[in-house]
């Protein structure tokens, strides 16, 4: 595969703070790839040194051939950002925000793709309403129209989906997966899991470090642990009990827990055993693939 983004060695730092720490990956042609981590991971510093926003303390990229830190303004135009907080103009219409984005890329005869763009995001019926009185997700929708309006070959995704509702939600991934089969190369933040999950691969980020970086089905099968899905009651009484008696990585899940072992045939007699010490209803269990979110904890942990 033909990598777009080489990532070498970037180190960014705030103060003391170490928010990147010397990352080294590549994003190929055509994937989705996902930076995946909880707030403060350094997940948007990273993004936003990629676009040029912010200059790195060490190390360097290089973004579809062009240098970095010599050549920002031949990457520019070939990218598109959508920030966290994208910047649209609440008392100009749809219509009118993606001309004026259009005018700030120098997109001339910008119509027929405007009318392209909308039609995609399903935002035509609503062309007319101002910006201001869009919902949340048709927001995100219109922000996005406006990041392709010069048709990017990389587009860059800061938590796009973050404070939008389900449905929206829904809507934004059949976007990108369209965006995937007309060629362009997409590079997210998120702290979904889930989300990631649809990500051609992915980098687990934690405290400015990569802990892991591979297709999702890699990432689980590198876990090498059984992950015991357990319905119980009371449900907080049994998470306190298995943390604070054993060393099996314990995560809690509505009514259930996710207990991840080495070995179900020797470890599971041991949370049976406590169970029935400290009169805890088990009314289910069963051997689960590892979610990413499984992953994810035991590294840290790790």
Not at 55 to 71: M, Y
Not at 253 to 265: K, P
Not at 282 to 288: F, L, M, N, Q
Request: net charge neutral; hydrophobic share 40%; aromatic share 8%.
């Amino acid at each position: 595969m033909e990598p777009l983004i080489k990532i070498k060695s970037l180190k960014k730092k705030y103060g003391e703070l170490i928010a990147v720490n010397g990352v080294s990956y590549e994003v190929n042609k055509g994937e989705m790839f996902g930076l995946v981590g909880p707030d403060g991971a350094g997940k948007t510093t990273t993004m936003r040194m990629l676009v040029g926003l912010l200059n790195p303390d060490e190390g360097n990229a290089e973004i579809l051939g062009h240098d970095l830190l010599t050549q920002k303004n031949l990457i520019k135009d070939e990218i598109g950002y959508l920030s966290q907080r994208f910047s649209l103009y609440g008392d100009l219409s749809i219509d009118e925000n993606i001309e004026f984005f259009a005018d700030i890329h120098g997109v001339k005869n910008f119509e027929q793709r405007r009318n392209e763009l909308l039609e995609f995001t399903r935002l035509t019926p609503f062309r007319d309403r101002l910006a201001d009185k869009l919902s949340g997700g048709m927001k995100q929708k219109l922000a996005l129209a406006c990041t392709l309006i010069h048709k990017p070959k990389i587009i860059f995704l800061d938590e796009p989906t973050t404070g939008v509702d389900p449905v929206s939600r829904r809507d934004f991934w059949k976007i990108l997966s369209n965006l995937l089969k007309d060629g362009v190369t997409i590079f997210m933040t998120t702290p979904y899991l889930d989300e990631a999950e649809r990500c051609s691969r992915v980098a687990l980020m934690d405290k400015g470090a990569i802990i892991s970086c591979d297709t999702p089905k890699n990432v689980k099968d590198s876990m090498h642990m059984q992950v015991i899905e357990i319905v119980c009651n009371p449900i907080r009484t049994a998470y306190n009990v298995l943390k604070s008696s054993t060393n099996f990585e314990v995560q809690m899940y509505g009514d259930r827990l996710n207990v991840a072992v080495n070995d179900y045939e020797k470890d599971y007699p041991i949370i049976k055993d406590l169970f029935e010490k400290n009169s805890i209803v088990e009314t289910d269990k069963r051997i689960i693939t590892p979610s990413l979110e499984n992953v994810f904890i035991h590294f840290m942990n790790k």
